[in-house]
């Protein structure tokens, strides 16, 4: 099973930027899936979680209202929609799958079986 994100890029404070987690395997399993993000010198930081088979959506403080996550089951694709973006949002960003027993946004990123190369965001 193999990640792949898009759709990072630069962005000015209180823009908007959207990206994509495209999950390899077909069919579409019942993962939880985490999206984190690390800034440069900071440690790595779960920002949100979603469970593909329906449950709900769950997301840091640190986000929370700003961005959201929705699923494209058809396209094995997942989604973050980042909104009023801020200069401390920038960072690589990352989303993982796995079966985890607890699908929060402060699961371990070690938890996860597979994760992606990540993605670069820059708000400035």
């Known amino acids: 099973v193999q990640l792949v994100e898009s759709g990072g890029g630069s962005v000015q404070a209180g823009g908007s930027l959207g990206l994509s987690c495209e999950v390899s395997e077909h069919p579409y399993s019942q993962y939880c899936v985490g999206w984190f993000r690390q800034a440069p010198g900071k440690k790595r930081e779960g920002i949100a979680s979603i469970h593909t088979g329906g449950d709900g959506i769950l997301y840091a403080d640190s986000v929370k209202g700003r961005f959201t996550v929705s699923q494209d089951t058809a396209k094995n694709t997942l989604y973050l929609e980042m909104n009023s973006l801020k200069p401390e949002d920038a960072g690589t960003y990352y989303c993982?799958?796995?079966?985890?027993?607890?699908?929060?946004?402060?699961?371990?990123?070690?938890?996860?079986?597979?994760r992606g190369q990540g993605t670069q965001v820059t708000v400035s």
């Open positions: 993982a799958a796995g079966y985890v027993y607890n699908c929060r946004p402060d699961t371990r990123f070690a938890a996860f079986g597979h």
